[in-house]
Nanobody, 126 residues
């Protein structure tokens, strides 16, 4: 089992920045691929960023490419999502997710992930 706890959400004006953190516990963090997802009211959960087990490969949704950066610090068992140039359409609950992986794959579907955090609200005002 892996427990995930997100933090860093909040209210920010358009054009501002936030950094989300996801702290993992329970198993060796280095064996897990990680992802950040978001879900806005009335919309499906979508992947915004994903990173493979060694941090060498990252994927971003087109809507956040160039504005968001996913990273991981295995020494701290933490994955981050740096969000810059935020827009009102980025408003959503953001979730961290993890799955065991042996091949260095990046996973972008929510069904790929076994473990989820409780989510953190990000609200961007115009």
């Amino acid at each position: 089992q892996v427990q995930l706890v997100e933090s860093g959400g909040g209210l920010v004006q358009a054009g501002g920045s936030l950094r989300l953190s996801c702290a993992a516990s329970g198993r060796t963090f280095t064996g897990y691929a990680m992802g950040w997802f978001r879900q806005a009211p009335g919309k499906e959960r979508e992947n915004v960023a994903a990173i493979n087990r060694n941090g060498g490969t990252r994927r971003y949704a087109d809507s956040v490419q160039g504005r968001f950066t996913i990273s991981r610090d295995d020494a701290k068992n933490t994955v981050y999502l740096q969000m810059n140039s935020l827009k009102p359409e980025d408003t959503a609950v953001y979730y961290c997710a993890a799955r065991g992986d042996s091949y260095g794959t990046v996973w972008v579907k929510s069904s790929n992930y076994a473990y989820w955090g409780q989510g953190t609200q990000v609200t961007v005002s115009s």
